[in-house]
């Protein structure tokens, strides 16, 4: 049987934050493992600032229906990578087979990693987006693989598995795909807190209540039939196709149909984004062709037929 005993090592190499728990090394499911690519979970449990890995000792032990360890690492709240296992893990289940993974055995064929939110009533935080990203990445890398061996549970599960809930996959996996690039293609950010390159009407009031905020806080405004829209500047290196991305904390009481409107070679053009779901995470809004410069280029506008409090966070390009 396999094992995967550089795993720390890679992770921390790239980046990751790592805790190893206890007795890593020898700590697995007996059988076959021999992974050719990554499974992302989510817990079902309720994670927080203050209790920020909730599901790692069950991650650890196993449940009265299932033996332990039930994954190789648990990413908790802020992003950390907890160790649990280099090797065989009752995380997979049965692969009914996506993308270029077969249908199999997926504890045989899949690394898998519990990203400890509960999936129903809250989202991935940005913390852990970013370090399963980082991560992936870099085990896809030492596997020998491309981003398509990066795959959701639901996607593979063959009993109706729904993790991990509230994330694009087709977005993670480019995400995957860009880290593994080295960073060729080109991508910038912009937060609300971005120095000289976000702007907004004092109308615009600042929150940090959110867990899933982009960074420290973000900006809000009530809906209204006038133009005061947030603006965010980016210096767009060549005229080409861009991927628009963007991520906003979501909240029940924040708006169904807020317009983004995207500054195009051809003009504005306006995308709508249901801020009540799918927060803390990049969630594309098109790919478009942008002008070459450093100008206004994405927009917030207040001017939404939803009620519900209009959210500007942050905007992510993509040279595609
Ligand atoms: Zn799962």
Redesign the pocket.
């Given at each position: 049987m396999a094992t995967i005993p550089w795993l720390v090592d890679v992770l921390r190499a790239a980046g990751v934050q790592v805790v190893v728990e206890g007795d890593w090394l020898n700590r697995m499911r007996p059988g076959d493992f021999n992974p050719i690519g990554v499974l992302w979970?989510h817990t079902a449990a309720t994670s927080s600032a203050t209790n920020p890995h909730p599901a790692l000792n069950v991650c650890i032990n196993g449940r009265s229906d299932l033996p332990g360890p039930l994954c190789q690492a648990l990413v908790d709240y802020h992003g950390v990578f907890h160790v649990i296992s280099a090797g065989r893990c009752n995380?997979a289940g049965t692969s009914g087979g996506s993308g270029p993974i077969p249908a199999g055995d997926g504890n045989t064929l899949m690394i898998g990693w519990e990203i400890d939110y509960n999936g129903v009533s809250q989202e991935m935080t940005a913390a852990q987006y970013n370090a399963s990203i980082a991560a992936t990445a870099a085990v896809l890398k030492r596997l020998g693989r491309d981003a398509s061996y990066a795959r959701g549970?639901r996607e593979t599960s063959t009993t109706g598995?729904i993790?991990p809930s509230f994330i694009d996959l087709n977005v993670m996996r480019a995400d995957v795909a860009a880290k593994m690039s080295g960073g060729t293609a080109w991508s910038a950010v912009v937060d609300n807190t971005t120095a000289g390159r976000f702007t907004a009407s004092a109308n615009w009031g600042v929150s940090s209540y959110s867990g899933q905020r982009y960074g420290g806080d973000y900006r809000y405004a009530d809906p209204v039939a006038a133009s005061d829209a947030a603006w965010y500047k980016f210096n767009v290196p060549a005229t080409a196709n861009y991927r628009v991305d963007a991520w906003w904390p979501a909240n029940a009481g924040y708006n169904s149909a807020t317009p983004y409107v995207i500054a195009t070679t051809t003009g504005n053009r306006t995308v709508y984004a249901d801020q009540r779901v799918n927060g803390g995470q990049w969630r594309s809004l098109g790919t478009f062709t942008l002008p070459a410069g450093d100008a206004n280029r994405v927009g917030v506008s207040r001017w939404s037929s939803g009620s519900g409090l209009v959210i500007a966070d942050a905007v992510r390009l993509t040279r595609v």
């Open positions: 979970h995380h549970h598995k993790d």
